[in-house]
Structures are given as structure tokens and as C-alpha cells.
């Protein structure tokens, strides 16, 4: 890799964030109306699994982006398919390697 691709990559990465997967547990989508608490039976836990650009990563929140933009002046940034999941929910992230075309 020449160093040139490689400070490109790098400033892509730190401007969209790195491209992860994350593996995480979907909390339960809320009961809608009243259910009968001695009914209740709790729901396997669904496994997801999604893929972006890391674009915030703390202990509250890890948000990914589907796709990510400069416009006009390059100092702004748009991003599209966003998606936010707990940290708690979190199971593991994997960085995923980038290649040029």
C-alpha cells in the first residue's frame, strides 16, 4: 500500500469512522395495550448483526451509518442509514478491512 492510499484511507476513517460489524441482543419491542401478568412469558432474545461506519462509539451509545457523504465545502458531513444501539446490548465488534477499488 503506498503511502498516499494509506493517509487517504486514514482520512476517510477519521472522517466516516471506521467500518465495523457490530454483533448485538435487540431489546423486546413493547407489549402494545395490557397483558395479564400471570400470561407472561418472556421471548427468546434476537441476535442482529449490522455493518457501517462507526460514527459514535461511547459507553452510552455505538452509532453506525449505511453510507456517508461530503458536501459542498467538505466540512460537511451527511450521513444515511443510521442506526443506534445500546453499548449494553453490544456483544462484540469486529473492524472489517478496507480495500480500494
Not at 26 to 45: C, I, K, M, S
Not at 46 to 75: N, P
Request: charged share 30%.
Amino acid at each position: 500500500m503506498s503511502l498516499e492510499r494509506a493517509l487517504d484511507e486514514n482520512r476517510i476513517c477519521a472522517r466516516f469512522g471506521r467500518i465495523v460489524r457490530i454483533d448485538w441482543i435487540q431489546p423486546r419491542e413493547p407489549y402494545g395495550g395490557w397483558t395479564d401478568a400471570a400470561h407472561l412469558e418472556p421471548e427468546p432474545v434476537q441476535t442482529c448483526t449490522s455493518v457501517g461506519r462507526l460514527v459514535r462509539d461511547d459507553d452510552c451509545v455505538k452509532i453506525l451509518a449505511a453510507s456517508a457523504m461530503i458536501v459542498g465545502d467538505e466540512e460537511r458531513i451527511m450521513l444515511s442509514g443510521i442506526i443506534e444501539i445500546p453499548a449494553r446490548c453490544v456483544v462484540r465488534i469486529v473492524r472489517l478491512e478496507e480495500r480500494g477499488a
